[in-house]
């Protein structure tokens, strides 16, 4: 079993910024293309971001795009999510991801695709 261990989230004023981790256990970190997905009360999980295993490539949400980072640290086992320009909106538990199947770009965006998820990080934005 994978575990993954979220950290950094809190509370944070509009405009602000937050950088969220996950680290992994084990050695197998590089063999999982890693996922950020978020969930506020009553709403649905949703897609936040992804990067493939090697880093190369990353994926965004819309909602997100100019304004969140991914990136993953290899020899850390970590994998990022640097949080910029932050807005009430934002506000949601952020949970960490890791999948072995990435068979094409549209898998990174589905819940339903990852394997190991980690136990959430709270993140919330004032206004």
């Known amino acids: 079993q994978v575990q993954l261990v979220e950290s950094g989230g809190g509370l944070v004023q509009a405009g602000g910024s937050l950088r969220l981790s996950c680290a992994a256990s084990g050695r197998t970190f590089s063999r999982y293309a890693m996922g950020w997905f978020r969930q506020a009360p009553g709403k649905e999980r949703e897609f936040v971001a992804a990067?493939?295993?090697?880093?190369?490539?990353?994926y965004y949400a819309d909602s997100v795009k100019g304004r969140f980072t991914i990136s993953r640290d290899s020899a850390k086992n970590t994998v990022y999510l640097q949080m910029n320009s932050l807005k009430p909106e934002d506000t949601a538990v952020y949970y960490c991801?890791?999948?072995?199947?990435?068979?094409?770009?549209?898998?990174?965006?589905?819940?339903?695709?990852?394997?190991?998820w980690g136990q959430g990080t709270q993140v919330t934005v004032s206004s």
């Open positions: 990067i493939s295993r090697s880093g190369g490539s990353t």
């Open positions: 991801a890791a999948t072995s199947t990435t068979y094409s770009a549209n898998y990174y965006y589905t819940a339903a695709q990852y394997d190991y």
